[in-house]
């Protein structure tokens, strides 16, 4: 693969604010799998917010971009599920594309098929637009990729903050997080929170079902894996907890070590091998450590 950007990429973050800020260009926020595609005519990689490829989750994705993206591109976007019958995005359904199995990988391909959501070109055949404006990107992934049709789109975007408000209301109804709010003259910059994010305000009272550990700190809690029962009593996923000092996910690493058990244990062990940004994780390790290298709750 010969591009003008090498994979694999961190994508640019957003910082979370109470307000609409004003003067910036509005999208939806989505909630699916945030994901860089690579392009190079029939070689297709499907990067993640971690890094980890997801190229071989999403089959009928890759071959979608090889039918309808530019032949030599870098998109950054979403990977998204729609419940069609609900007329709602439908994570649940989402996280469990994530399979070891490749024949439940290729089957569910077909029964629950994803598409993908673009919302900045990162590069073009031999041009790299990382330090272009936001809005030069923009108008380039609508000129390129705005009108190739199903399984792919481009996100909506506007400078209107009323219709962004709007949309804030609207939305949340078909499972959207939020708004995305991004300054016109906004370089590309990867691992960097420069984006503003507006997410609805929603409290429950949620299960700790596990925990990753801090990437600067292995004794050290990064973030809190959630959960909620569901009326036949499955825990469902629905997010994490990671706004925490050191001191505190230090403390938190230290409580949670008492309740860390094994994965046939616990009731998400059909993600124990998953590479999903927001499901259970395993770290590889040493036969005879899984309990430790888990690290779940209950």
């Known amino acids: 693969m010969s591009l003008p950007i090498e994979q694999p990429i961190k994508p640019m973050l957003a910082k979370p604010a109470k307000k609409i800020p004003a003067g910036a260009m509005y999208e939806p926020k989505w909630d699916g799998f945030r994901s860089i595609i690579f392009r190079d005519g029939d070689d297709v990689v499907i990067g993640s917010r971690n890094e980890k490829p997801l190229t071989r989750y999403f089959p009928e994705v890759v071959a979608a971009v090889k039918d309808l993206l530019p032949g030599r591109c870098v ?87 009323d219709l962004a408000a709007d949309w804030f209301t609207t939305f949340e109804g078909a499972g959207l997080d939020g708004l995305m709010a991004k300054a016109p003259d906004l370089t590309y910059q990867p691992n960097k929170r420069v984006m503003t994010k507006i997410k609805h305000e929603r409290t429950a009272d949620c299960v700790v079902a596990g925990f990753r550990p801090h990437k600067a700190d292995a004794e050290a809690v990064g973030s809190l894996l ?23 996910r230090k403390e938190l690493f230290e409580e949670m070590q008492a309740h860390v058990t094994e994965w046939d244990e616990h009731p998400w062990n059909w993600a124990a091998d998953s590479e999903g940004e927001r499901t259970p994780q395993r770290t590889p390790a040493p036969a005879g450590t899984l309990a430790k290298t888990c690290r779940l709750s209950r």
């Open 75 to 161: 998109v950054d976007g979403e990977i998204i599920l729609a419940n069609v019958d609900a007329n709602r995005l439908d994570f649940e359904a989402l996280q469990q594309r994530i399979h070891p199995a490749d024949s439940r990988v290729q089957m569910l391909a077909e029964k629950t098929p994803a598409s993908f959501v673009a919302f900045d070109l990162l590069a073009l055949d031999d041009r790299d637009l990382m330090g272009e404006p936001f809005e030069v990107r923009r108008a380039l992934l609508e000129e390129h990729i705005g009108s190739v049709g199903a399984p792919i789109y481009v996100t909506p975007l506007t400078r209107d903050e």
């Open 226 to 248: 959630l959960g909620l029962y569901e009326p036949g009593g499955q825990l469902a996923s629905v997010g994490v907890a990671s706004s925490f000092t050191m001191a505190r």
